[in-house]
C-alpha cells in the first residue's frame, strides 16, 4: 500500500529557507486524481495545513504562509518538496506529508519529521 | 477564514458514549473529515465526507453533520480511544483546508 516519508534536515537556522521532501513508495505519485500536502504542528498545538500540489503543477497555499511556501513535485522520483522561506522560532512543527483523496480527507500521512528553528 | 471550533475535552467512562462536537459557519454545506491523533504519532482518519468509515475503522465510530454542527461519536468507549480529535473542512471560499481546534478525549 502507498506509504509517505518525509525527509529533511532537523535543525534549521532563523532567516533561513526549510526545505522538507515527502517519498512516495507503494504507488505512483502520479495515478489516481489526488492532492498532496504539507502539514505542520507546534508541540502541543493543533494541525495547521500548508499547502498542497496536485501532480500538473498545480498549488493551493494556506493564506496565512502563502508568501514563504513553495511547494513542487518531482514525478520522475515520487516526491514532492516543501519549502518555507524567512522562517522564524514559530515554524517549529512536526512536518507531516499526505494524500488528500475524494471531498477533501487526508487518508494517508507519513510519520511525520520534527523541525526545529534555532541558531 | 473560516474557523472551526472544537471543545478542549471532553470525559467518558468506558463504555458510554463520547461525543465531539465540531463548529462552523453552515459546516452542514461542507464535507466534514475527523481524525484521531495519539501522543507521539500521525493522525489517523477515523470518519469522512461526514460519516463514512475508512476501512479498519471500527463501527463504534460514526459521524454526522447539519447546520451549524458536526458532531463526531464514540460508541462502547474504550481505553484505546484516548486521543486528540480533529475536524477539517475544505474552505473553498479561500481555496485551503482548515482543521479544528481539536479535542482531548479522556476516558476515565
Known amino acids: 500500500q502507498v506509504q509517505l516519508q518525509e525527509s529533511g534536515p532537523g535543525l534549521v537556522k532563523p532567516s533561513q529557507t526549510l526545505s522538507l521532501t515527502c517519498t512516495v513508495s507503494?504507488?505512483?505519485?502520479?495515478?489516481?486524481?489526488?492532492?498532496w500536502s504539507w502539514i505542520r504542528q507546534p508541540a502541543g498545538k493543533g494541525l495547521e495545513w500548508i499547502g498542497r500540489?496536485?501532480?500538473?503543477?498545480?498549488?493551493?497555499?494556506n493564506p496565512s504562509l502563502k508568501s514563504r511556501v513553495t511547494i513542487s513535485v518531482d514525478t520522475s522520483k515520487n516526491q514532492f518538496s516543501l519549502k518555507l522561506s524567512s522562517v522564524t522560532a514559530a515554524d517549529t512543527a512536526v512536518y507531516y506529508c499526505?494524500?488528500?483523496f475524494g471531498e477533501g480527507a487526508f487518508d494517508i500521512w507519513g510519520q511525520g519529521t520534527m523541525v526545529t528553528v534555532s541558531s | 477564514s473560516y474557523v472551526l471550533t472544537q471543545p478542549p475535552s471532553v470525559s467518558v467512562a468506558p463504555g458510554q458514549t463520547a461525543r465531539i462536537t465540531c463548529g462552523g459557519n453552515?459546516?452542514?454545506?461542507?464535507?466534514v473529515h475527523w481524525y484521531q491523533q495519539k501522543p507521539g504519532q500521525a493522525p489517523v482518519l477515523v470518519v469522512y465526507?461526514?460519516?463514512d468509515r475508512p476501512s479498519g475503522i471500527p463501527e463504534r465510530f460514526s459521524g454526522s453533520n447539519s447546520g451549524n454542527t458536526a458532531t463526531l461519536t464514540i460508541s462502547r468507549v474504550e481505553a484505546g480511544d484516548e486521543a486528540d480529535y480533529y475536524c477539517?473542512?475544505?474552505?473553498?471560499?479561500?481555496?485551503?483546508?482548515?482543521f479544528g481546534t481539536g479535542t482531548k478525549v479522556t476516558v476515565l
Open positions: 453552515n459546516i452542514g454545506s461542507k464535507s
Open positions: 499526505a494524500r488528500r
Open positions: 477539517q473542512v475544505w474552505d473553498s471560499s479561500s481555496d485551503h483546508y482548515v
Open positions: 507503494g504507488g505512483s505519485i502520479s495515478s489516481g486524481s489526488y492532492y
Open positions: 500540489i496536485y501532480t500538473s503543477g498545480s498549488t493551493n497555499y
Open positions: 465526507d461526514d460519516s
